[in-house]
């Protein structure tokens, strides 16, 4: 194909879906990744097919390492040259204590936050292992940086991201594989966000598109001058 793809994990909704757009809009082909198949096929018609692009779909469960190996191994197939991923599959995990925690809510937080982006990012690998100048762009969240009340779960699978992030970028940078670690340092402006967020004002919200704007032009660095690590926050942030 004349387009080169862009995988996104978690993209059927909110972020993942913008990112999704926003590569389209540039002639990209893209790959979206959830665990809904409902969802997926519903973002998928938003992406008519043009004669150098096609959007494909692709229900898995990114915790499970068998899995997602075979998802990225149909994509290889169907795609052929796989330009990026965007490890942007996450679910917020806190609200709870620290004495309030079960080992079990620790070990799910690690599943969706960190491991779902480690068996993308394995997998990704494999496909590109001949093929330089690629892009991994890891997203993150406030609790990559610090921990707070009741996040703790949270963090920790968020600040265990950005030191796999680390560690892989001093990995693979020389050998052509632009490793990122963005950090949302905020609240998304999206349906699911406004109806957990009912009381913040309109102006504390990040626009999706704007983000992820931001995250395209990360993947398309020049190699002399790759960015690591990006925050991302409003004009009105509180700088906590």
């Not at 600040?159 to 340092?185: F, I, P, T």
Request: net charge neutral.
């Amino acid at each position: 194909m004349n387009a080169r793809t862009i995988i996104i994990t978690g993209g059927s909704q909110g972020l993942g879906l913008a990112i999704a757009e926003a590569a389209w809009s540039q002639g990209y082909s893209i790959a979206l990744l959830a665990r809904s198949p409902e969802r997926l096929d519903a973002s998928q018609r938003l992406f008519a097919p043009r004669s150098s692009q096609t959007c494909t779909v692709h229900p898995v469960d990114l915790v499970d390492e068998s899995a997602t190996a075979a998802i990225f191994e149909d994509i290889g197939k169907q795609h052929g040259s796989v330009f990026a991923l965007v490890n942007n599959a996450g679910t917020w995990t806190g609200g709870k204590k620290v004495c309030d925690l079960s080992a079990g809510d620790l070990r799910k937080a690690l599943d969706l936050n960190l491991f779902s982006a480690f068996n993308a990012t394995q997998a990704f690998l494999r496909l590109i292992t001949t093929v330089p100048d690629r892009a991994i762009i890891n997203i993150g969240a406030t609790s990559s940086m610090r921990g707070g009340e009741n996040v703790f779960a949270f963090s920790a699978g968020k600040m265990a991201l950005r030191g796999l992030s680390q560690s892989l970028a001093k990995e693979v940078w020389r050998e052509g594989v632009h490793v990122a670690h963005v950090v949302v340092d905020g609240v998304l402006d999206n349906e699911r966000t406004r109806r957990l967020n009912p009381n913040l004002p309109n102006h504390r919200y990040l626009n999706q598109a704007s983000v992820a704007a931001t995250i395209l032009r990360t993947i398309e660095q020049d190699p002399s001058c790759w960015t690591f690590e990006w925050d991302l926050r409003n004009q009105n942030a509180s700088w906590t």
